[in-house]
T-cell receptor
Framework: LAKTTQPISMDSYEGQEVNITCSHN???????ITWYQQFPSQGPRFIIQ???TKVTNEVASLFIPADRKSSTLSLPRVSLSDTAVYYC???????????????FGQGTILTVHP | EAQVTQNPRYLITVTGKKLTVTCSQN?????MSWYRQDPGLGLRQIYY?????VTDKGDVPEGYKVSRKEKRNFPLILESPSPNQTSLYFC?????WGGGTEAFFGQGTRLTVV
């Protein structure tokens, strides 16, 4: 499974856009990139998923360059409630022999200040 | 509502007393998994199951057992709990079709072994 590297922590202020970059140099051809959010003592929650270029949903955007060796989660106009840990995961499609294992790294602790 | 339900949410037990943490999902997902989360160590996979009667070890399986007799249920069994199994446990499920790695997590079970 591709190893991921993220900043340990980031600080922002309410109303700002936050970009969290994840490095995954050995991403495989059939790997997807997925981001999760976790609040203290709660289970991780799916945010967004992509394979290449740009993906946008109601809460975030995911930018993936052509070489796919990194990705950037973009949170527009963050609020205090966006304070959480954000995990970047890289893993294969359904049906792959290694599909069973999802590896969570240390994640990025995002703190949003008033 | 799609959900993964764990019980109990909180449990305090004594060393050596067998316990079971239940996990149930209502999304007809093939894949289910157990994680433990400890400060500074992130989320680590204990066991996973790709379908009924198919289970496999994750990264930290020692001291745990699982079973998958029905598609919706994936209990975690601690035959003889020890204090080093004090942790926050999460169950997760996801479909193995449609690509990607989106998983749904339960609310967690905080286990204390004294």
């Amino acid at each position: 499974l591709a190893k991921t590297t993220q900043p340990i922590s980031m600080d922002s202020y309410e109303g700002q856009e936050v970009n969290i970059t994840c490095s995954h140099n050995n991403i495989a051809t059939n790997d997807y990139i997925t981001w999760y959010q976790q609040f203290p003592s709660q289970g991780p929650r799916f945010i967004i998923q992509g394979y290449k270029t740009k993906v946008t949903n109601e809460v975030a955007s995911l930018f993936i360059p052509a070489d796919r060796k990194s990705s950037t989660l973009s949170l527009p106009r963050v609020s205090l409630s966006d304070t959480a840990v954000y995990y970047c995961l890289v893993g294969p499609k359904a049906g792959g022999t290694s599909y069973g294992k999802l590896t969570f790294g240390q994640g990025t602790i995002l703190t949003v200040h008033p | 509502e799609a959900q993964v339900t764990q019980n109990p949410r909180y449990l305090i037990t004594v060393t050596g007393k067998k316990l079971t943490v239940t996990c149930s999902q209502n999304m007809n997902h093939e894949y289910m998994s157990w994680y433990r989360q400890d400060p500074g160590l992130g989320l680590r996979q204990i066991y996973y199951s790709m379908n009924v009667e198919v289970t496999d070890k994750g990264d930290v399986p020692e001291g745990y057992k699982v079973s998958r007799k029905e598609k919706r249920n994936f209990p975690l069994i601690l035959e003889s709990p020890s204090p080093n199994q004090t942790s926050l446990y999460f169950c997760a499920s996801r479909s193995l079709w449609g690509g990607g790695t989106e998983a749904f997590f339960g609310q967690g079970t905080r286990l204390t072994v004294v």
